[in-house]
């Protein structure tokens, strides 16, 4: 599935996948992964992963709330986002480029 915004801005979905792709300017900008990504991302961190758990793999966040959505972890060396859901699992990872919002 694919959402244009303006010009400059798409979104292309793979939903079932759990993964969604962030253009700007026809160039990848955000790669976003959700609850349905069942694969392994680097050091080893499962989207069924729990805080405790990334924390164990990734080392203590940063913490940030971005103006368009609350992300409850960033971590900059990795340039991520995480947000948690209510039983403390991951439910959405942003790993972006760069973070000019």
């Known amino acids: 599935m694919e959402d244009r915004y303006g010009d400059d801005?798409?979104?292309?979905?793979?939903?079932?996948?759990?993964?969604?792709?962030?253009?700007?300017?026809?160039?990848?900008?955000?790669?976003?992964?959700?609850?349905?990504?069942?694969?392994?991302l680097f050091n080893k961190v499962k989207m069924t992963d729990n805080k405790e758990l990334v924390m164990k793999k990734l080392g203590k966040p940063e913490e940030f709330r971005a103006p368009r959505y609350v992300y409850d972890w960033y971590y900059s060396e990795f340039n991520i986002y995480i947000a948690f859901g209510t039983a403390n699992r991951i439910i959405d990872l942003q790993l972006s480029k760069d973070f000019k919002y």
């Open 9 to 40: 801005l798409l979104y292309r979905r793979y939903l079932t996948d759990g993964l969604e792709f962030e253009f700007r300017n026809k160039k990848l900008t955000s790669i976003y992964f959700t609850a349905n990504y069942e694969g392994v």
